[in-house]
């Protein structure tokens, strides 16, 4: 069982940044693919960004691209999301959620293991 941890959520101005965090469990390797999702209200949940543990891939959502920036740190085993250039658009519940495989993919039903999320509010 993989364990997911997200936090670094929280309220800022549009303009600003935020980084989030995602502590994974020790169960995670190499073989596993860690994304970075999104859900608004009343709206579907969203990929927003992924890399392979390998660092050998990563992939953004045009929404996003430009702006956000994700990376890993093996030996912590921690993924971030640093976002930047934060528009009240981005607010959303952010989730963490990791697959097993090589390739960095954007559905939904593609991972298996979810954090609890971390609200991000982007006030105008």
């Known amino acids: 069982q993989v364990q997911l941890v997200e936090s670094g959520g929280g309220v800022v101005q549009a303009g600003g940044s935020l980084r989030l965090s995602c502590a994974a469990s020790?169960?995670?390797?190499?073989?596993?693919?860690m994304g970075w999702f999104r859900q608004a209200p009343g709206k579907e949940r969203e990929f927003a960004a992924g890399?392979?543990?390998?660092?050998?891939?990563?992939y953004y959502a045009d929404a996003v691209k430009g702006r956000f920036t994700i990376s890993r740190d093996i030996t912590k085993r921690t993924v971030y999301l640093k976002m930047n250039s934060l528009k009240p658009a981005d607010s959303a519940i952010y989730y963490c959620a990791a697959r097993y495989g090589d390739g960095v993919v954007p559905g939904l039903s593609e991972y298996k293991y979810w954090g609890q999320g971390t609200q991000v509010t982007v006030s105008s």
């Open positions: 890399i392979s543990w390998s660092g050998g891939a990563i």
């Open positions: 020790e169960r995670t390797s190499n073989n596993y693919v």
